[in-house]
Nanobody, 120 residues
Framework: VQLQASGGGLVQAGGSLRLSCAAS????????MGWFRQAPGKEREFVTA????????YYADSVKGRFTISRDNARNTVYLQMNSLKPEDTAVYYC??????????????WGQGTQVTVSS
């Protein structure tokens, strides 16, 4: 599975962005999907994940109520809608395919990352 993340950019605090992650291959629906982020000088951290069917979702406490993950298995794409963005959300965001849990080690495939910068 190859993953291509897009949709990052520069936004003011309080604004919104929608990230997309397009997957190649015919087995997209067999993978749980996750989004992680890494800020400069910090370790990569879990943001959110979604089960294969989309029926279950998981969020880090820091984004709960502001971010929404969804997927379209017909389009081989997972989305991350980010609302009420804060400067501390600034990071490179990575999508990943695997078991769909909150641990990076449970993911087998990673996208290249897309930069999100939130100005105050």
């Amino acid at each position: 599975v190859q993953l291509q993340a897009s949709g990052g950019g520069l936004v003011q605090a309080g604004g919104s962005l929608r990230l997309s992650c397009a997957a190649s291959g015919r087995t997209f629906g067999a993978y749980g999907m996750g989004w992680f982020r890494q800020a400069p000088g910090k370790e990569r951290e879990f943001v959110t994940a979604i089960s294969t069917s989309g029926g279950s979702t998981y969020y880090a406490d820091s984004v709960k109520g502001r971010f929404t993950i969804s997927r379209d298995n017909a389009r081989n794409t997972v989305y991350l809608q980010m609302n009420s963005l804060k400067p501390e959300d600034t990071a490179v965001y990575y999508c990943a395919a695997g078991y769909g849990l909150k641990y990076a080690r449970t993911y087998d495939y990673w996208g290249q990352g897309t930069q999100v910068t939130v100005s105050s």
